[in-house]
């Protein structure tokens, strides 16, 4: 499949260009990272990808689009990871992987008619800290072929099963979680909760069909003000999940 990447110069200046093929990782926190060498996810495509330059000269606001051919080998299946980064030949820039996320464009390439969707929750904590602040983490593993887009919730009920609070996070529903990546899941509750027990439970859409993930943690809101230098209650149960 042949497509372009169009890029822009919004200088009046001319701007020598080089492009190169890179890898595509996107970090535990969210944060994307373009580098060399095989990433740990196991789904690079960047082999399969052929540029039409390597160098040119981009005109004073000027706009042009380089053409990329993405050449899948016979039996892939799921999704593959790559970027197109692109260096000014006349400067010295930095070779920091998420530096370089910022000057790439990121492929996503997915073989049609196949790929299926697995996670895997890691754990869920729900600990309180000294400020009174609830804070819940929650890492999932995408054990799949195809990338996913996480829809996390999190109910808090008290001691009578009651439904005293309620945490969503829709920016990650926007959020790819890469195939064989981990992304850590985080979360807060600020408002004041009253003194006692207290469950959290978490539920995790991933896709069409699929069975949500869920996890349970409880807490312990004390009878006093937190002080400073009081220390975090914390509460770790096991996380039910499924991978269906």
């Known amino acids: 499949r042949m497509d372009a990447v169009t890029i822009t110069n919004l200088t009046r200046e001319t701007i020598p260009l080089e492009m190169k093929v890179m890898e595509w990782v996107r970090q535990a926190d969210g944060a994307d990272h373009v580098l060399t060498g095989k990433p740990e996810h196991g789904r690079s495509v960047a082999d399969c990808i052929t540029l039409r330059l390597d160098s040119m000269e981009l005109r004073p606001l000027g706009k042009t689009r380089i053409p990329v051919t993405l050449a899948l080998p016979e039996g892939f299946s799921g999704e593959g990871y790559a970027a197109v980064a692109f260096d000014r030949a006349d400067r010295e820039l930095t070779d920091a992987p998420d530096q370089v996320a910022r ?14 969707a697995a996670v895997e929750l890691l754990s869920f904590t729900a600990q309180r800290a000294p ?13 799949g072929d195809v990338g996913i887009f996480p829809d996390v919730s999190i109910s808090i009920q008290n001691s009578e099963n009651t439904e005293v609070g309620r945490i969503t996070l829709p920016d990650l529903r926007s959020s790819l979680v890469q195939a064989g990546t981990e992304r850590l899941i985080r979360a807060e509750h600020r408002k004041i909760l009253d003194p006692g027990s207290h469950t959290a439970l978490l539920t995790i859409r991933y896709g069409d069909g699929s069975r949500p993930l869920s996890g349970r943690a409880s807490f312990v809101v004390p009878e006093s003000k937190p002080e400073a230098g009081e220390t975090a209650q914390e509460s770790v149960l096991s996380a039910s999940d499924s991978t269906n």
């Open 131 to 143: 400020n009174g602040v609830i804070q819940f983490l929650a890492p999932i593993a995408n054990t």
């Open 103 to 116: 000057r790439s464009t990121r492929i996503r390439a997915l073989a049609s008619r196949t790929g299926q």
